[in-house]
């Protein structure tokens, strides 16, 4: 079973994904961790930024996503975690930093297409949970039940505030928003792999609406199907 959640930054995706994988018992995979892993390890190891990650080389993108030191792990014990070299980054790839880089560096073709299928690889012969951008329309068309979470630009800054908040960081809505119609015009607007509804998507908005109340919606639809 492919459960496929897409839709824009701070739409709540993630939260979700997980949710239902530890209700259903299933393998989740937070397409986001590998981008964002991979844009952490260009910047930290190979002198990567913002104004040239995107042209990653081959060699470079080969090197950091080497199956044999690139691993993504997931269980309902210890949630998602990404290990490079047997060293655990997960907790390093939680900053705005990383965030901008995970969102440029997706925009390269070379790195799309290899995560595309390490995520393919990791899915297989699996109940699995995916959460992303493009993870029904490209990387998992033939999923299952296929998902679109979306909310208003002002409910995701104001979000994205608070979260950061908790982080000790502090960030205005105002400045917030403008970081939403940033990474919304790129990953709208990037040439590969845009993020798009698939034409099978249930769309859910779930603008004022909680946690638990947005799970009960998508899993609704589930049982309507047959599925969970």
Do not use: C
Not at 95 to 109: F, G, K, R, W
Not at 119 to 147: H, K, L
Not at 183 to 195: E, F, G, K, V
């Amino acid at each position: 079973m492919i459960i496929t959640i897409d839709g824009p930054a701070v739409s709540g995706k993630s939260t979700l994904a997980r949710a239902i994988a530890h209700l259903l018992g299933y393998y989740y995979l937070y397409s986001g961790s590998l981008f964002r892993a991979l844009g952490y390890l260009l910047y930290t190891h190979a002198g990567y930024d913002a104004q040239n990650i995107a042209q990653v080389s081959q060699k470079d993108r080969d090197t950091f996503l080497d199956p044999t030191r690139f691993k993504y792990v997931y269980s309902q014990q210890n949630g998602e975690r990404v290990f490079f070299d047997g060293v655990d980054i997960t907790e390093s790839l939680k900053t705005p930093v990383v965030d901008e880089l995970a969102s440029i560096v997706a925009t390269n073709a070379l790195v799309r297409e290899a995560l595309k299928d390490l995520q393919r690889t990791i899915a297989e012969g699996r109940d699995i949970v995916i959460d992303g951008r493009d993870s029904g329309t490209v990387v998992f068309p033939q999923a299952d039940y296929t998902f679109y979470l979306t909310a208003s630009a002002e409910e995701r800054a104001k979000r994205m505030q608070q979260s950061l908040k908790k982080k000790g960081q502090s960030i205005s809505v105002a400045q917030a928003r403008s970081e939403i119609d940033e990474r919304d015009a790129r990953d709208t607007n990037r040439a590969i792999s845009p993020l798009v509804k698939s034409e099978d998507a249930i769309v859910i908005d779930n603008t004022g609406l909680s946690k638990q109340e947005t799970l009960k919606k998508i899993l609704s639809y589930l049982d309507l199907k047959g599925g969970g």
